[in-house]
Nanobody
Framework: QVQLVESGGGLVQAGGSLRLSCAAS????????MGWYRQAPGKQRELVAS???????NYADSVKGRFTISRDNAKNTVYLQMNSLEPEDTGVYVC?????????WGQGTQVTVSS
């Protein structure tokens, strides 16, 4: 079992930046992948970005070039740097980790982008 705690959300104007953090309760070295999902009102949860244990990254088309995911194994933390934010980026951002065969989820952090 592992607990994932997100932080860094908030209210920001369009064009602004935020950095989200997801801190795990134990080492993330054994996680095959970690990622960030977004839950917007009235929409399905969608994958925003993911990173494998080897450092391979994957992004939703809507955030490519604006968001960057990274992980710090020494701090058991994964980050999501979000730049040039748009109102469409509004939602609850939830951290996810995979330690096969298990999948873990955080509680989420709210991001609101005003126009």
């Amino acid at each position: 079992q592992v607990q994932l705690v997100e932080s860094g959300g908030g209210l920001v104007q369009a064009g602004g930046s935020l950095r989200l953090s997801c801190a795990a309760s134990r080492s993330i070295l054994g996680f095959s992948a970690m990622g960030w999902y977004r839950q917007a009102p009235g929409k399905q949860r969608e994958l925003v970005a993911s990173i494998t244990s080897g450092g391979r990254t994957n992004y939703a088309d809507s955030v490519k070039g604006r968001f960057t995911i990274s992980r710090d194994n020494a701090k058991n933390t994964v980050y999501l740097q979000m730049n040039s934010l748009e109102p469409e980026d509004t939602g609850v951002y939830v951290c996810n980790s995979r330690e096969l065969p298990y999948t873990y989820w955080g509680q989420g952090t709210q991001v609101t982008v005003s126009s």
